[in-house]
């Protein structure tokens, strides 16, 4: 007897796939009684890891290290370097940083990443004289900061309505395209909308068709079957 959905192998006695908890129904079978194929209640050893954040952190440390030092060396002042310790410190915070954590939560270090992130284009800002943070990395960062975080803390902490949430994250994340194009006419000039209907006309009508999967069984049962939803 083999699962509906995934294909796994069941024993007699099943009435729940373990791997995907489809219900296995047969009505012109008796379930039998026997012993499952897969252990209840077990659950796999979590990942080794602190090996790998220490040596992580020790090549994070060591670059850092050697673009001052040859910075300082060569031009007596910080130049290049800012620039170079500040993207390596962003790629830790986003790739290394989670691995300190057991269980990290993606609902708080995604707007981690994101402050990073706009600590990073401030200080790039500051430092080439650009005058372009306030009116376009700011909003433009927080904005989809906001979307960002508000999709993964859907899908971590939802258990269900899935099509909904993907539906409405692709129509809002295409119309954040419009503001986008916005900040930059007002900081960069050009004329609006331009480029800005491209991603809405694509995203939303991706999105309709994830909230067509909510709302139509059959073509979400379809949809959930080939996907794993």
């Known amino acids: 007897m083999y699962c509906m959905n995934c294909g796994v ?23 039998p009684r026997g012993e499952p194929l897969y252990p209840r209640g077990w659950a796999p050893p979590p990942p080794e890891r602190s ?8 090549v994070y440390l060591a ?15 910080v130049t290049w370097s800012g620039f170079a310790v500040g993207g390596a410190s962003l790629a830790y915070l ?16 995604v707007p981690v990443d994101f402050l990073g992130a706009g600590l990073l284009l401030l200080y790039i800002d500051l430092k080439t004289h650009g005058g372009w943070f306030l009116s376009f990395a700011f ?46 006419v007002i ?11 491209y991603p809405v006309a694509v995203l939303s009508a991706l999105g309709i068709f994830w909230l ?3 709302i139509i069984r059959p ?9 794993f939803i």
């Open 51 to 58: 090996g790998l954040r220490f040596v992580l952190t020790l």
């Open 212 to 214: 067509l999967c909510g």
């Open 94 to 109: 986003i790739m290394v940083f989670p691995l300190w954590f057991y269980r990290p939560d993606p609902s708080w270090m």
């Open 9 to 31: 192998r069941l024993g007699d006695s099943e009435k729940r796939c373990p791997l995907c908890g489809l219900r296995v129904y047969h009505p012109d079978l008796e379930t």
């Open 187 to 197: 900081t960069f000039g050009g004329k609006m909308f331009s480029w800005s209907l």
């Open 219 to 227: 073509l979400g049962d379809g949809v959930r079957k080939r996907i």
């Open 63 to 77: 670059a850092v290290a050697a673009c001052l030092l040859v910075d300082l060396n060569l031009a007596r002042r």
């Open 139 to 184: 909003p433009v960062t927080g904005i989809y900061g906001i979307l960002s975080t508000v999709l993964t803390a859907l899908v971590c902490h939802l258990r269900k309505g899935y099509f909904f949430i993907f539906g409405g994250s692709s129509i809002a994340f295409g119309c954040s395209a419009m503001l986008l194009e916005m900040f930059q």
